[in-house]
Nanobody, 121 residues
Framework: QVQLVESGGGLVEAGGSLRLSCTAS????????MGWFRQAPGKEREFVVA???????DYADSVKGRFTISRVNANNTVYLQMNSLKPEDTAVYYC???????????????WGQGTQVTVSS
């Protein structure tokens, strides 16, 4: 069992930055693909970025060049640095973990409770 706890959300003006954190319980953190998803009101949950245990990453086109994922296995923590934020980035951001995970939400086994990010124009 893995428990995920996100933090770092908040309100920021367009063009600003935020850093989200996700800390996992358990001793096998390094073996999981860690992903970030987001869900805006009335929309489906969408993939943002994934960091595989191998070190490779995938980014959604909408965030490439603006968002950066990183992880510190020793601290069981994955980070999402978000720069040049836009109003359309407003959503609840979720951290997720999966053993064999892709861009599909269904491929992740564990989810955090989510943290709200609001970008004002």
């Amino acid at each position: 069992q893995v428990q995920l706890v996100e933090s770092g959300g908040g309100l920021v003006e367009a063009g600003g930055s935020l850093r989200l954190s996700c800390t996992a319980s358990g001793r096998t953190f390094s073996a999981y693909t860690m992903g970030w998803f987001r869900q805006a009101p009335g929309k489906e949950r969408e993939f943002v970025v994934a960091h595989r245990w191998s070190g490779t990453t995938d980014y959604a086109d909408s965030v490439k060049g603006r968002f950066t994922i990183s992880r510190v296995n020793a601290n069981n923590t994955v980070y999402l640095q978000m720069n040049s934020l836009k109003p359309e980035d407003t959503a609840v951001y979720y951290c997720a973990a999966g053993a064999i995970a892709t861009v599909a939400p269904g491929s992740y086994t564990y989810w955090g409770q989510g943290t709200q990010v609001t970008v004002s124009s």
